[in-house]
């Protein structure tokens, strides 16, 4: 049985996912760990970051549960758009213990983030966090931080409501997880 796929929630920004991934890829163009697991949970964490701060996603992207962590649904054909209109490289190589797409901005690149000083305060935070991370250990971040991937199954849509519920037991209440038990049984039937 296919994942449910729902609506999206927000108005989707390709422009601006595009600027995004050129940054991040910029600013972490050193780091010998770089690759699509660090950007994808950069990507998600910096947009439930901004929904949960600000009231809106920095790209609108939709996100789903994958394996290693949220990934936009949207990546895979917007990174091979970018690479279609030369903008970035992609090389696989082996990046600590596997292999993976490591991004980088040609020079075509011509970087306009058209954010707001509160969104590029969001994401400059968490490109500075994941700086410090091994790809699983960013992956493990997200499994961590991420209510929505905890709860929803693999390639399900996780809603970026989910960012506002703490995945620590002890800080859920009662009340919300009954609430996204009652959200499952739902999606059950």
């Known amino acids: 049985m296919q994942p449910k796929r729902r609506q999206r929630e927000f108005e989707w920004k390709p422009g601006r996912f595009k600027a995004v991934v050129l940054y991040v890829a910029e600013q972490l163009r050193d780091d010998p760990t770089f690759g699509s697991t660090k950007l994808n949970k950069i990507l998600y964490f910096s947009d439930t970051d901004a929904y949960r701060e600000l009231g809106e996603p920095i790209t609108g992207a939709v996100y789903q549960r994958n394996r ?83 709860v929803f199954d693999p390639g399900e849509t996780i809603p970026y409501r989910t960012s506002l519920v703490s995945p620590e037991p002890e800080d859920v209440p009662d009340s919300v997880i009954s609430y996204f038990d009652q959200l499952e049984e739902r999606e059950a039937s």
């Open 68 to 150: 290693y962590g949220p990934t936009a649904v949207e990546y895979p054909p917007m990174i091979d758009e970018m690479q279609g209109q030369e903008l970035i490289s992609v090389k696989r190589e082996k990046i600590i213990d596997h292999e993976q797409d490591k991004i980088t901005p040609t020079d075509k690149f011509r970087l306009d983030l058209g954010l707001g000083p509160r969104q590029k305060a969001l994401l400059d935070a968490r490109i500075e966090e994941f700086r410090g991370y091994t790809n699983l250990e960013a992956s493990d971040r997200s499994h961590e931080q991420s209510a929505g991937w905890l």
